[in-house]
């Protein structure tokens, strides 16, 4: 007896399989890791450790917004909402609990999470119930509406000027008994480890067989429904499941920052900035958020330089040294000419060149 | 007549309910004030609802739109102002010139940015929701920032009239001039449409466009032209709406756009899409239901309108005068 023939899927998932360690791409990000890792004992700036662990959080945000977007084909507005959240309740439980605590760090990440994922749920059975282009707008409104509730309910959140909490322990004194690690470091290091295992639950999510059944109902609705896939089931648990690592991460960030205010965390800003992360990187690739998130921080670090050498050239004219200073400009035409011209972004259209080369019919 | 009688009881609830906890006087005022409101919001969601509706385009731009009229209309209000002081001047025909120059100023470059944009930036991705969304962000980015780089990125004081400030006495009821301006406009622009959509050749044309495009150019008309004017009406609206909004509150801003897009949303979710007279009711729910709870209970005036929002979605995913597609 002969073991049955594989189906399509079983056929591919071997194939990449035996592929893993000879793609390129495995040692790229191996090696991203490790810059990572030895980024603190390499480059002492603080200024530096400050760019690569947002870079982090943004990435794995991106990311976690690219399920979303890319995997799952809604475009939803609220996702620097559910980031928003996480900052708050984590800082709240922090900040406003009493003592700074190991238990309420944990508590505010847990209310966070429960929260979010309760209200991603309601949002999505109000949204994904009504044509899927709604979603958008419903989205954005929700989202404007929580801004609006940090700002007004100031008793709570600190209206306009919002909380700066405490880390408890380590994360504030540092474990300078074994490694010698400062408070910085130490939560440099958690947070780094809390991407790190974000973006590899996300990996396993998109490539299980329930993110190939979201790409499915991406690419074709009607038909994923008509095989049987009840599509609002999926599409629900899929930017649920998104919802919360946002919430996770924006718990991350006000550890990292220990600042929160309703710009910073739950504003449209926020929202612009990784849908640019996404679109630049590439929609659909998961690890487009790296580049993506990469390019808009560092230029965004790097500009006041220049900004300031706009300033001395153009010193003569007013007009001149407004367009030098109005940086959010170039990133609006760069945004609708990457639109335009590689859709796919720079992953997704790295990625179709290196397809292309693969079956293109070989040369001489 | 049957579908009428949803509507009178609707709107006779919506309006005399509050009278149990305000009293007459300040209903009236507020009655007033709410309707002036639903008025622009209605314009900035008229053009949104014609662009959304008919040519199934998300044009998240339309608030940028709705920013230069009302930069543009500050621009001209601002120089007439500086030499002839027509704004300052007690004469209502002078007043008058400045507002309806004002306007035009809005519509001119509202329009022709709508032509701009529909030519460069939406034509390629008709059909694309993610796309049309993701690069009239773009648009929306790049106008608001040029709007800062040009005006500067502070607020600034927009010129009203004088004759058209402060307000009448009615039978000691206060009566806001300006909102009432509003009303006016908003009728006649609901007029309209409805005239140009329903009555005429071109409405003709553009609603057979939307049900069967291929169809429609076979007949030798050139849809494309005819889309292209569509979105620019829908444009200009934006700009008048901007323009309107200026004045009304007296102080335009860069970002001011996209904070009444929001609004403008929400009223096209609750009138349902491509439904004129849907995004009226919707816009006059919206306006007056925030006036009254602003009056009872301040702090819950902006959860109202997503109440209403979710209510309304509920009992009909379609919107208040939508059809399911």
């Known amino acids: ?364 | 007549m049957k579908r009428a009688a949803p509507l009178v009881i609707g709107a006779a609830l919506l309006l005399l309910l509050p009278l149990v906890a305000i009293e007459p006087r300040a209903w009236l005022t507020l009655t007033v004030a709410g309707l002036a409101m639903g008025m622009l919001i209605f314009l900035v969601a008229s053009g949104l609802t014609l662009i959304f509706g008919l040519m199934d385009v998300l044009n998240f731009a339309h608030g940028a739109l709705f920013s230069w009229g009302a930069y543009a209309g500050f621009t001209v209000a601002m120089l007439v102002n500086g030499h002839w002081g027509w704004a300052a001047s007690p004469s209502v025909v002078a007043n008058a010139g400045l507002f309806l120059l004002a306007v035009a100023a809005a519509v001119v470059v509202a329009f022709g940015l709508g032509i701009a944009l529909e030519r460069v930036i939406v034509r390629p991705v008709y059909g694309q929701h993610l796309f049309q969304i993701l690069i009239t962000l773009g648009a929306t980015i790049v106008l608001e920032e040029l709007i800062r780089i040009a005006w500067g990125p502070n607020d600034q004081v927009m010129p009203v009239p004088l004759t058209f400030q402060g307000s009448w006495d009615v039978a000691d009821v206060v009566v806001l001039r300006f909102p009432v301006i509003a009303i006016g406009l908003g009728a006649l622009v609901y007029g309209g449409m409805l005239w140009l959509l329903n009555r005429t050749r071109v409405g003709l044309i553009v609603r057979a466009g939307v049900e069967n495009n291929e169809m429609v150019q076979v007949m030798g008309h050139d849809i494309h032209r005819y889309f292209t004017g569509v979105f620019a009406v829908g444009s200009a609206l934006a700009g008048v709406g901007g323009l309107m909004w200026g004045m009304f509150s007296q102080s335009i801003r860069p970002s001011m756009g996209g904070e009444q897009l929001i609004f403008a949303f929400i009223v096209v979710i609750i009138g349902g899409l491509g439904s004129v007279t849907g995004s009226l009711v919707g816009a006059l729910l919206v306006g007056l239901s925030y006036n009254y709870v602003a009056y009872l209970v301040p702090k819950a005036a902006i959860g109202v309108t997503m109440g209403i929002m979710v209510l309304v979605l509920l009992v009909r995913p379609t919107g208040l005068y939508g059809v399911g597609k």
């Not at chain 1, 700074?100 to 994904?128: E, N, R």
Request: charged share 10%; aromatic share 12%.
């Open chain 1, 1 to 364: 007896m002969s073991a049955p023939a594989p189906t399509p899927v079983q056929a591919a998932r071997s194939a990449a399989r035996r592929e893993r360690w000879r793609a390129p791409s495995l040692y790229v990000r191996l090696a991203l890791l490790a810059a990572w890792v030895l980024l603190p004992a390499v480059v002492p700036s603080y200024q530096m450790l400050d760019l690569a662990l947002k870079i982090a959080l943004f990435a794995t945000l991106a990311a976690s917004y690219d399920v979303v977007i890319g995997y799952t084909g809604i475009v939803s507005f609220g996702h620097a909402m559910f980031f928003g959240f996480g900052a708050y309740a984590v800082a709240l439980a922090v900040g406003r609990l009493g003592a700074s605590t190991y238990g309420h760090l944990l508590l505010g990440f847990a209310a966070g999470i429960v929260i979010s994922g309760v209200l991603a749920v309601v949002v999505g059975a109000f949204s994904l119930r009504v044509k899927a282009i709604f979603f958008a707008m419903i989205t954005l409104a929700f989202a404007e509406f929580a801004l609006i509730l940090a700002v007004q309910w100031g008793a709570l959140t600190g209206g306009e000027d919002g909380l700066s909490p405490k880390l408890p322990g380590v994360f504030a004194a540092g474990a300078p008994g074994a490694f010698g690690l400062s408070g910085r470091l130490v939560t440099y290091y958690t947070l780094l480890a809390i991407c790190l295992g974000l973006f590899l639950l996300m990996s396993r999510f998109v490539h299980s067989p329930l993110g190939r059944t979201l790409q499915a109902i991406r690419d074709n609705e009607l038909r994923a429904e008509a095989l049987g896939y009840r599509t609002f089931v999926f599409q629900l648990i899929a930017s649920s499941f998104a919802s919360v690592v946002a919430t996770v991460l924006g718990g991350c960030y006000t550890m990292w920052v220990r600042y929160v205010n309703p710009e910073s965390a739950l504003g449209i800003p926020i929202m612009l900035d990784v849908l640019l992360m996404v679109i630049i990187g590439g929609i659909g690739t998961l690890y487009g958020g790296v580049v993506g998130a990469a390019f808009l921080l560092g230029a965004r670090t790097l500009l006041p330089n220049l900004r300031g050498l706009g300033a001395s050239v153009f010193a003569g004219s007013e007009i001149l040294q407004r367009l030098s200073e109005r940086w959010l400009l170039y990133f609006g035409i760069l945004f609708v000419l990457v639109v335009f011209f590689f859709p796919r972004g720079v992953l997704g259209t790295l990625r179709e060149m290196a397809a292309r080369r693969s079956t293109a019919p070989p040369e001489g």
